[in-house]
């Protein structure tokens, strides 16, 4: 489909930094490509100082410093200090491993504006099968706890899945025991290894609405005693009937630096068969205002029907691409998400396996180096024979 390239007018306000694909976690939903391990480069400080400078003067205001696991980056303090200098609102996310209170303080002297600290569980069983450290836990409450020692908003983030939405009220009970401000609940979307465990992974209809009636009930109680803590639920795309708009607008709002230098609108869209340019070969301002991917899916007038004629699709705006292109091979379908989309019955069966299937949590295949080179093989064997 050839779509014209009309420069954009708006600046992406936020950035996300991914500095490395390495981590010292094994979770089975991560949102990293299955192919990792192939990412040999990843930039060095200057590079990304350079990316951080181009976005603040496009407009950029936000900045995440992502991953994998940011904290591996032995610069990381320098990055901060040099994003917040130019005036950015930085955000680092963490699964809190390798952090500590020294690091914490050197990042609040760097100016780090805000610390999110990602959970699996609510016990510290089910937290080392699906995390793989057998520390985690632990390690994963005392900087939850030092970080609001060091005056920052406590933000818990928790991924709900199949394997610990039954716990949802002993996670609720640990982050309001920790004093949590902002709890995210975000029960599993299905990219990068969460699509490859998708089988195992999807919450029965019965545990979402379980999820949910929960929530709601301690949402309730927080209010009655006048404490803090915020509960955000994420429902799942495979529970809906109408799709999200993707990320605010497909090039409208979010810009992705991947560790090697790729420019993405999103995390996933590596997997979409785009060109997507790299920071080594444009600058910025060039690969968001001109780049075919990023234009590609700008506006309406890129759909396929039933989205053209469809008089909600200034609201979704055909719903996630990514998404789209993994359960129909054609980026410009409609997400199957959509009870309109022709494919929407793969989401509705997707719904009914999980019930009739009991899934073992040994089923997963975990994120980590050896599996991920697995699949580089097989990907490339099979682009061998074609």
Not at 176 to 197: H, I, M, R, S
Request: charged fraction near 20%; include cysteine.
């Amino acid at each position: 489909m050839n779509i014209p390239v009309s420069p954009q007018s708006k600046p992406p306000l936020w950035l996300l930094a991914e500095l490395t694909y390495r981590c010292p976690l094994q979770c089975a939903y991560c949102s990293n490509p299955l192919d990792y391990a192939a990412v040999k480069q990843e930039l060095s400080t200057d590079e990304w100082k350079d990316v951080f400078r181009q976005a603040r003067a496009m407009g950029s205001v936000q900045l995440g410093f992502s991953g994998g696991e940011p904290l591996l980056r032995q610069d990381l303090s320098e990055l901060i200090k040099y994003a917040h200098e130019l005036g950015f609102y930085t955000n680092l996310i963490t699964s809190g491993i390798g952090l500590t209170e020294q690091k914490i303080a050197e990042f609040s002297e760097a100016g780090l504006d805000h610390i999110q600290i990602s959970f699996q569980a609510s016990d510290p069983a089910l937290s080392e099968i699906l995390s793989g450290s057998r520390k985690a836990f632990q390690q994963k409450q005392d900087m939850a706890l030092a970080v609001k020692k060091h005056r920052y908003p406590m933000v818990l983030n928790f991924v709900i899945h199949r394997f610990n939405i039954e716990q949802i009220d002993q996670i609720i009970e640990l982050s309001l025991e920790l004093n949590a401000d902002y709890v995210e609940l975000a029960t599993c979307q299905f990219y990068g290894w969460a699509k490859l465990n998708q089988a195992a992974l999807l919450p029965t209809t019965e545990q979402i609405s379980y999820a949910q009636a929960r929530v709601q009930a301690y949402r309730q109680y927080i209010d009655q005693h006048h404490l803090k803590t915020k509960l955000l639920l994420v429902a799942p795309d495979y529970y809906q009937e109408r799709p999200k708009k993707c990320i605010g607008g497909w090039g409208q709002i979010f810009i992705t630096v991947s560790p090697d230098g790729t420019v993405l609108p999103c995390q996933s869209a590596k997997d979409l068969p785009l060109d997507f340019p790299t920071i080594q070969d444009q600058s910025l301002k060039t690969i968001w205002n001109e780049a075919f991917a990023f234009n590609a899916f700008r506006g309406t007038d890129w759909m396929q029907e039933p989205c053209r004629s469809c008089p909600d699709k200034d609201k979704d705006l055909g719903g996630c691409r990514c998404q789209a292109y993994m359960l129909t091979k054609n980026m410009y379908a409609t997400d199957p998400v959509c009870s309109k989309s022709p494919e929407h019955h793969q989401i509705v069966e997707a719904r009914l396996q999980t019930q009739c299937s009991k899934p073992d949590i040994s089923d997963l295949k975990l994120r980590n180096p050896q599996n991920s080179k697995l699949f580089f093989k097989r990907a490339s064997d099979a682009d061998s024979l074609l």
